[in-house]
């Protein structure tokens, strides 16, 4: 069945792990008649969470796309995993979906994944429904998560329904807009309908005219009427709303148990009726500041918003048609590298399940296989079309990890099964540091880089190993020293000898060149890894002839690449090469060059060398319960406190700590928290480690 574009309903689930997100879709499923029968997570039979590590782990990892038609409307669901590691995911579908229904677990409340999606909301400017799930527990407070979700989100929270009575049992629903009271039986499913209670009455009356009022408030016709008739027809309300909705100008709240079915085919009527379709929503921006409209009469556009790698399969190509209409066979091109790509086939979804369709019309939701260079964030265009639609921001890295294949032979093959992980996971990323020697790959969390190495296992055989990556550590020196070294090499033949003294201090910008020497020429050079090397030329009388002043420069350089202390890059230092001898024969480049590097090494060894840390700015958000314990744990990990601050119903924790003291961070975090906290970091500098902690420090690199 075909739908026209008015006709679609591109929804994305959002949610903290455990609100029942996934349970609710199946919920979804069966009442449109997609599915026989309900799923459920425990039994690993959910139409959603269908790959093997999000039956083994019990939750989402990969989103995933399905559909429902509810009467001559489609909707499109993509239900999202509710785990900071997995954020990406939730990401890209708020991309492509014209609403999102933000699921919040009745018993728990707002969590602080339900404020990381907010950020997401208000940035992408996503018109969004609250929907309070498994009302049914015993534990579950609609009230107070109300209460909360108006904290978090601001005043245009306003409920569309409520619990009646949930303290007797939850299976009565008093909804404000259509006024009227929903009854459901111990099995769920369709409920009765009854007249609203007149203890209920006048709370529900009082929302039925807010939401008169907001809708009226969205065209000035619509306002007049009500100001005449003070009321709206059903035609007038629904537009009005879905006005408002979009403007979000109002976030709708229901009440749910998709445990006992119970609300769900409320919730799929109100995105049928109210919610935005893909033309209702604003024209989207391409690159360059232009607008592009929705509207299948123009060119064809398409955006991939997911690539995923499926075995006996290939890589998958989730997309939106943004313009045109897209039919099988279409030949479009991808507008970042010029390749030509040929859609063969395309499929809707539900779950693993793919069903062939002949055309995907602009708004719709699609999947394809096997294009050959396009994947996440690429826009392909028909020809004569060169547009590109804003690339999705994915969240910067959070930790990282040194990868080690199991055998040299096994390198190449593991590198490109990581660089196609990266290609289809913006939220990963792969480098080879030449500093640190190492393969280091970027991600969100540990849980994160368990999903890779499994896939890695069983897409391509590889038993991928993860160790704990080397730190970039800098090396520099807080006060003077001088040494002299002679290189003299005699063994038949030309001989090599040269012979420095030179003088080492740290460099400070505004200092005064040495008094005590003969200054003739001075160089300050930026390091490509930071900081200077200030090289001062006090050569008198021809002691070492200006020839030799780039293979001694060089000599310095190469030790300053490769610290003493720990082999770390070297930094901020004044050098003075003040005397020395050479031979008329014997000395040559090579020989003064490695004279040089020789005795930097020395002189820096005695001028107080000092390890340089980097330093992350560390942002924590977590429950005030455990705030104490998160503290703790920061301070036993050397950070500094900088701050502490509210956020929401959470407490927001600002510190300074070493990247040293990062590893492990995230699975430590979740354990003391029981999964309920969030971090973000980024790199600030560099910090003078500690005389106690540098001397304990090379003790262990002994």
């Not at 090289?535 to 350089?557: E, L, N, P, Q």
């Not at 029981?674 to 500690?690: D, E, N, P, T, V």
Request: with cysteine; aromatic share 8%.
């Amino acid at each position: 069945m075909s739908f026209e574009t008015k006709k679609i309903r591109n929804v994305v689930f959002l949610g903290h792990a455990g609100s029942g997100k996934t349970s609710l879709v199946e919920t979804m499923l069966y009442e449109s008649g997609a599915t026989t029968r309900i799923g459920k997570i425990e039994d690993e039979n959910t139409v959603s969470d269908f790959h093997d590590a999000e039956k083994e782990k019990k939750h989402s990892i990969f989103s995933t796309l399905m559909h429902v038609a509810w009467d001559d409307v489609k909707i499109n669901i993509i239900d999202t995993p509710g785990l900071d590691d997995f954020i990406g995911e939730a990401i890209s579908g708020l991309k492509v979906a014209d609403t999102a229904v933000m699921v919040i677990n009745g018993k728990e409340g707002v969590e602080v994944e339900n404020e990381i999606h907010r950020d997401y909301i208000e940035e992408f400017g996503t018109p969004t429904v609250f929907v309070v799930n498994q009302m049914d527990h015993e534990k579950a407070d609609f009230e107070k998560t109300l209460s909360q979700i108006k904290s978090t989100f601001g005043n245009k929270v306003l409920e569309v329904q409520f619990p009646y009575k949930a303290e007797e049992g939850f299976h009565k629903i008093v909804d404000a807009l259509r006024m009227t009271m929903y009854v459901f039986d111990d099995k769920g499913g369709k409920p009765e309908k009854q007249e609203i209670p007149a203890d209920a009455l006048d709370r529900a009356k009082e929302l039925h005219n807010k939401l008169v009022e907001i809708a009226a408030e969205e065209e000035d016709g619509l306002m007049e009427k009500y100001f005449e008739a003070g009321e709206l027809s059903e035609e007038e309300l629904t537009r009005g709303l879905q006005l408002a909705i979009g403007k979000q100008d109002v976030f709708p709240v229901f009440c749910t148990s998709s445990a006992k079915n119970m609300g769900t085919g409320r919730l799929m009527g109100f995105i049928r009726d109210i919610c935005p379709s893909p033309v209702d929503r604003p024209a989207k921006s391409l690159q360059g500041g232009e607008k592009l409209k929705c509207d299948k009469s123009l060119p064809t556009t398409v955006f991939i918003y997911k690539t995923l790698n499926e075995p006996q399969i290939g890589e998958l190509s989730y997309f939106k048609v943004y313009s045109g209409v897209l039919k099988t066979g279409d030949e479009l091109t991808n507008a970042m590298n010029g390749e030509v790509e040929r859609f063969n086939k395309l499929f809707i979804t539900n779950g693993k399940t793919r069903e062939a369709v002949d055309e995907l019309v602009a708004g719709d939701l699609g999947v394809t296989i096997k294009l050959k260079e396009s994947h996440t964030n690429n826009t392909l265009n028909a020809e004569g079309v060169d547009h590109a639609i804003s690339k999705i921001k994915f969240p910067q890295m959070k930790t990282r990890m040194a990868v080690e294949p199991p055998s040299k032979a096994d390198f190449e093959k593991l590198t490109n099964a990581l660089h196609t992980i990266q290609e289809e996971d913006p939220t990963f990323t792969l480098e080879y540091s030449p500093e640190l020697k190492q393969t280091i790959i970027h991600g969100q969390g540990q849980m994160h880089f368990d999903v890779i190495r499994d896939r890695i296992n069983k897409l391509y055989n590889i038993d991928m190993q993860l160790s704990r990556p080397k730190i970039a550590f800098r090396e520099t020196i807080s006060k003077q020293a001088e040494s002299q070294y002679r290189h003299k090499k005699q063994s038949g033949g030309a001989g090599q000898f040269g012979e420095i003294h030179m003088r080492l201090e740290p460099y400070e910008p505004d200092a005064p060149l040495p008094k005590d020497l003969n200054v003739r020429k001075e160089e300050l050079i930026e390091l490509d890894w930071g900081g200077h090397l200030h090289f001062i030329w006090c050569i008198v009388g021809g002691s070492i002839d200006t020839r030799f002043i780039g293979a001694i420069k060089k000599g310095i350089m190469q030790k300053m690449e490769e610290g003493p202390l720990t082999g770390s890059y070297c930094q901020d230092i004044r050098v003075s090469v003040f005397d020395g001898k050479m031979h008329p024969v014997d000395s040559n480049d090579m020989a003064f060059q490695l004279a040089a590097s020789a005795a930097f090494a020395e002189a820096f060894k005695n001028a107080g060398p000092k390890i340089l840390e980097p330093l992350y700015d560390l942002e924590v958000l977590c429950d005030d319960q455990v705030m104490g314990d998160v503290m703790t744990d920061l301070q036993n990990r050397r950070a500094m406190i900088m701050g502490i601050d509210t956020a929401g119903h959470y407490t927001q924790i600002k510190a300074q700590i070493p990247v040293a003291e990062m590893y492990g961070y995230s699975t430590s975090l979740r354990s003391i928290t029981q999964g309920k906290a969030k971090f973000k970091r980024h790199l600030i500098g560099y910090q003078q480690m500690s005389h106690d902690v540098q001397t304990e420090f090379l003790k262990e690199q002994v």
